[in-house]
């Protein structure tokens, strides 16, 4: 059974930072391309940074500089780390494992970041 299960997010003011942590189980975490995706209220879901499994990045503009994706194969885990954070970062989380040539793509629960002061 697949388990993604996100932690570290939470009520931070504008200019704060957030970890995210999203730690795997059920799958072959390194044949994975890890990433966070996130959903605004009345908004579509989106790529937030993703990792391949080879180290390769990509990261929406409206992030590059602020977030940083990485993970850790050993630990089964896929982090965000966020810094600088705006109110318009406020949105459910979601930790995504995918394997796109297969169709393999699995979603976490999701998880509440809110930027408020």
């Known amino acids: 059974q697949v388990q993604l299960v996100e932690s570290g997010g939470g009520l931070v003011q504008p200019g704060g930072s957030l970890r995210l942590s999203c730690a795997a189980s059920?799958?072959?975490?390194?044949?994975?391309?890890m990433g966070w995706y996130r959903q605004a209220p009345g908004k579509q879901r989106e790529l937030v940074a993703a990792?391949?499994?080879?180290?390769?990045?990509n990261s929406a503009d409206s992030v590059k500089g602020r977030f940083t994706v990485s993970r850790d194969n050993a630990k089964n885990t896929v982090y965000l780390q966020m810094n600088s954070l705006e109110p318009e970062d406020t949105a459910v989380y979601y930790c995504?494992?995918?394997?796109?040539?297969?169709?393999?793509?699995?979603w976490g629960q999701g998880i509440q970041v809110t930027v408020s002061s």
């Open positions: 995504n494992a995918k394997i796109t040539t297969i169709a393999y793509n699995y």
């Open positions: 059920g799958i072959r975490f390194s044949s994975y391309t």
């Open positions: 990792m391949t499994p080879g180290g390769s990045t």
